[in-house]
């Protein structure tokens, strides 16, 4: 059962400011939810769904409306999760797509790890940077050895730069050495 937190306003006139808010167990929220006045504002409460299984759920105080609205995404998101179950791929609402923007960036691909992704990214351009700060000879060397979509070995640079394979991998190991000292 996912642990749940309860914020009731004080003052219910008052905007959501960090003092005007009661936090409140299971039993002591109920307690208020049975009297008089937590009757008489019952349908100003709203669930916020929790972001993982060790997130606390949180039904917070936001107003007849604000409420409605909120309880009204939870349905529509409940229902988008029945239909994945059942038909095995992901459904995506119109309404996040118009909102959202286009539909690639709105639909995600379970598949990618975005930590991954944004490290490996960031490695990438951090790679970039040093190799630009190399002699233009040895930028010519790694990006042809490396960084080309379809990378040259050490004897087929050799043969084209009129160059021994084995000179070719000296150059190599130097312009890789000088790039590990700067990336560290």
């Keep these: 059962m996912r642990r749940k937190i309860y914020l009731v306003k004080k003052d219910e006139n008052k905007p959501c400011a960090p003092d005007n808010w009661d936090v409140m167990n299971g039993k002591k929220f109920l307690s208020f939810i049975r009297s008089n006045e937590g009757k008489r504002r019952g349908k100003g409460f709203a669930t916020l769904r929790a972001c993982s299984k060790d997130d606390y759920m949180i039904v917070i105080e936001c107003g007849e409306e604000k409420a409605k609205k909120i309880r009204k995404e939870n349905d529509r998101s409940d229902y988008l999760r029945e239909q994945e179950k059942k038909k095995g791929y992901d459904v995506c609402s119109y309404e996040a797509i118009t909102e959202e923007g286009p539909l690639e960036e709105t639909i995600g691909d379970p598949n990618v790890d975005v930590e991954e992704f944004v490290v490996n990214l960031e490695l990438c351009r951090q790679v970039r940077r040093c190799v630009s700060k190399l002699?233009?000879?040895?930028?010519?060397?790694?990006?042809?050895?490396?960084?080309?979509?379809?990378?040259?070995?050490?004897?087929?640079?050799?043969?084209?730069?009129?160059?021994?394979?084995?000179?070719?991998?000296?150059?190599?190991?130097?312009?890789?050495?000088?790039?590990?000292?700067?990336?560290l």
């Design 135 to 183: 002699s233009e000879d040895e930028q010519r060397l790694i990006k042809a050895l490396y960084l080309s979509k379809d990378p040259d070995t050490e004897k087929e640079y050799g043969d084209v730069h009129s160059l021994s394979q084995q000179t070719v991998h000296n150059r190599k190991v130097r312009a890789l050495e000088k790039l590990r000292k700067m990336m």
